[in-house]
């Protein structure tokens, strides 16, 4: 307290003039002051109010953006990709629907800019076991309409079994559509031009 306050025509109740911690001087009166009501100058009302609405700190950030846009997909009917996602049955974990704290912890921070979530399985849930992050061609060959090709056991992509015989996707795409049979269109070598 630093002094009594002027009285007001409104009110005969007794203020006193105070000096709050934060510098800000303010009026309170004599009841709120013996009660412990008053404790600053609003100030405190204001930090916890802040704190409260504060969880993680990242709500601006990529990271939450990405969180907050597989909720869309799969939660709202308005959004635009809704029917490629919760419209076929794809859900939010329980774990991440209202949690971005266990989504971080679950995820971690993606490997570079250019990464971002990718289901494993298309048509599973955004649930840790079957969420990676993942650059835009892998994500490219993980898409459902992605053409898998299995020879000796092994399924692949056309675009991964590219890499792993040297041949242009191209070229792989266009011996299957002549009718060549898949371990000819994958291990026959490509005749060199004259």
């Known amino acids: 307290m630093i002094r009594l306050a002027p009285k007001t025509k409104r009110s005969d109740e007794v203020m006193w003039v105070c000096a709050c911690d934060c510098g800000n001087t ?8 013996r009660n412990g009501v008053t404790r600053s100058c609003g100030c405190l009302h204001k930090e916890l109010l802040s704190r409260s609405r504060k969880t993680h700190g990242m709500s601006e950030t990529k990271l939450c953006q990405v969180w ?17 996602y919760g419209g076929r049955g794809i859900r939010v974990c329980d774990r991440w629907i209202d949690s971005f704290d266990n989504f971080l ?19 599973g849930d955004y649930e ?28 692949l992509s056309i675009s991964d ?4 015989t040297g041949l242009t ?24 031009r004259r």
């Open 68 to 84: 907050s846009g597989i909720k869309k997909r799969c939660i709202n009917p308005r959004q635009k990709a809704y029917a490629d």
């Open 128 to 155: 840790p076991s079957n969420c990676r992050w993942a650059t835009r061609s892998e994500q490219a060959r993980n898409k459902r309409n992605s053409i898998r090709i299995t020879l000796y056991g092994k399924t």
């Open 26 to 33: 303010c009026s309170v009166r004599s009841k709120a002051l």
């Open 105 to 123: 912890l679950d995820m971690g921070l993606p490997p570079g800019d250019k990464h971002t979530i990718d289901r494993i399985d298309n048509d």
């Open 161 to 164: 079994w590219a890499d792993e």
């Open 169 to 192: 996707r191209s070229a792989i795409t266009q011996r299957i559509s002549n009718g060549w049979s898949v371990e000819d269109a994958l291990t026959k070598p490509r005749r060199r």
